[in-house]
Nanobody, 121 residues
Framework: QVQLVESGGGLVQPGGSLRLSCAAS????????MGWYRQAPGKERELVAA???????NYADSVKGRFTISIDNAKNTVYLQMNSLKLEDTAVYFC???????????????WGKGTLVTVSS
C-alpha cells in the first residue's frame, strides 16, 4: 500500500504565493518521478509540473517562470512553489507519483486526493 499526503492549498490573492507538498509513504522501493496536475471546474486534468528522481523537470507553458517543482528523495516528498498566482490558476491540484514497489517491478502511478487552490481578490 502507498499513501500520498498533500498539503498547502488554500485561498490567495492574485500575485500571491503558495507552496504545495506531497509526501509518499508505504511500500516504496524507488520513486521514479513525481508531479502535479490540476483540474479547474469544467476542464480536463492537465499537467502542471513534473520532476524525475535525477532532477529533470517539465513544466506547462502556462506556469513557466512562476512555478518551481522540487523533490526531496530522502523524504519521498515533492514540492510545488507557486508564485505570481493568477485567477486562472484556481483548480484542484493533484499529486501524481510513479513508484516501484519492489525490485524488478515496473513503476505504478498513484494519485493523491487533491488540494484546492483558489486565487481570488
Amino acid at each position: 500500500q502507498v499513501q500520498l499526503v498533500e498539503s498547502g492549498g488554500g485561498l490567495v490573492q492574485p500575485g500571491g504565493s503558495l507552496r504545495l507538498s506531497c509526501a509518499a509513504s508505504g511500500s516504496i522501493f524507488r520513486i521514479n518521478a513525481m508531479g502535479w496536475y490540476r483540474q479547474a471546474p469544467g476542464k480536463e486534468r492537465e499537467l502542471v509540473a513534473a520532476i524525475t528522481r535525477d532532477g529533470s523537470t517539465n513544466y506547462a507553458d502556462s506556469v513557466k517562470g512562476r512555478f518551481t517543482i522540487s523533490i526531496d528523495n530522502a523524504k519521498n516528498t515533492v514540492y510545488l512553489q507557486m508564485n505570481s498566482l493568477k485567477l486562472e490558476d484556481t483548480a484542484v491540484y493533484f499529486c501524481n507519483v510513479e513508484i516501484v514497489p519492489t525490485p524488478f517491478r515496473d513503476g505504478v502511478h498513484y494519485w493523491g486526493k487533491g488540494t484546492l487552490v483558489t486565487v481570488s481578490s
